[in-house]
């Protein structure tokens, strides 16, 4: 069954960077898309950007100049990096897949998020 | 950016009443619209897909419709474990926006 699994930091410092891994089976990368999304109190929920079957990136751009998504098909991995992270950037972050392949951006199957918070 | 307006923030229900949730999107998004059901302490999860789809497994007391701005989410008859936040998505150009929420309480 389709699954994908998030690894990585609950805590990051101001002004450092947040590194994600979102390790999916059930599927392969080369005919699917990966994206993220994240969600805070504040903000609600925020696409973040997606990496492509083909490996080519979309990023909100809001977050373009910060973000960095990057995969290794054969390890059946996505890599989720945001630099400069702030306090308003405190939030559960998901990645996240449609079930059709193509460019559907409707999530049917999600990781279980990762709680970041920023504090020194 | 396109915005989606989500209305009412806030429902407070009774077991067997009749829910409805809409959404205003701030440009037509064809019928490229989800609804997604969250329950504390989980992910969301896919109910409805382009405007009026069910997804697999969605008992049929969920329904959407809708087209181009304007869009209704329905629960025909609410039962308790419908507690939850119930949100719509937009897929129809990036950056994919989400409305603000709907909680939804059972008295």
């Known amino acids: 069954q389709v699954q994908l699994k998030q690894s990585g930091p609950g805590l990051v410092q101001p002004s450092q960077s947040l590194s994600i891994t979102c390790t999916v089976s059930?599927?392969?990368?080369?005919?699917?898309?990966v994206h993220w999304v994240r969600q805070s109190p504040g903000k609600g929920l925020e696409w973040l950007g997606v990496?492509?079957?083909?490996?080519?990136?979309d990023y909100n751009a809001a977050f373009m100049s910060r973000l960095s998504i990057t995969k290794d098909n054969s390890k059946s991995q996505v890599f989720f990096k945001m630099n400069s992270l702030q306090a308003d950037d405190t939030a559960i972050y998901y990645c996240?897949?449609?079930?059709?392949?193509?460019?559907?951006?409707?999530?049917?199957?999600w990781g279980q998020g990762t709680l970041v918070t920023v504090s020194a | 950016s396109i915005v989606m307006t989500q209305t009412p923030k806030f429902l407070l229900v009774s077991a067997g009443d009749r829910v409805t949730i809409t959404c205003k999107a701030s440009?037509?998004?064809?019928?490229?619209v989800a609804w997604y059901q969250q329950k504390p302490g989980q992910s969301p999860k896919l109910l409805i897909y382009?405007?009026?789809n069910r997804y697999t497994g969605v008992p049929d007391r969920f329904t959407g419709s809708g087209y181009g701005t304007d869009f209704t989410f329905t629960i025909s008859t609410v039962q308790a474990e419908d507690l939850a936040v119930y949100f719509c998505?937009?897929?129809?150009?990036?950056?994919?926006?989400f409305g603000s929420g709907t909680k939804l309480e059972i008295k």
């Open positions: 990496i492509w079957r083909g490996g080519s990136t």
């Open positions: 440009q037509s998004v064809s019928n490229d």
């Open positions: 996240a897949k449609s079930p059709l392949t193509g460019t559907s951006a409707w999530f049917a199957y």
């Open positions: 059930g599927f392969s990368l080369t005919s699917y898309g």
């Open positions: 998505q937009q897929d129809y150009s990036s950056p994919f926006t």
């Open positions: 382009y405007a009026s």
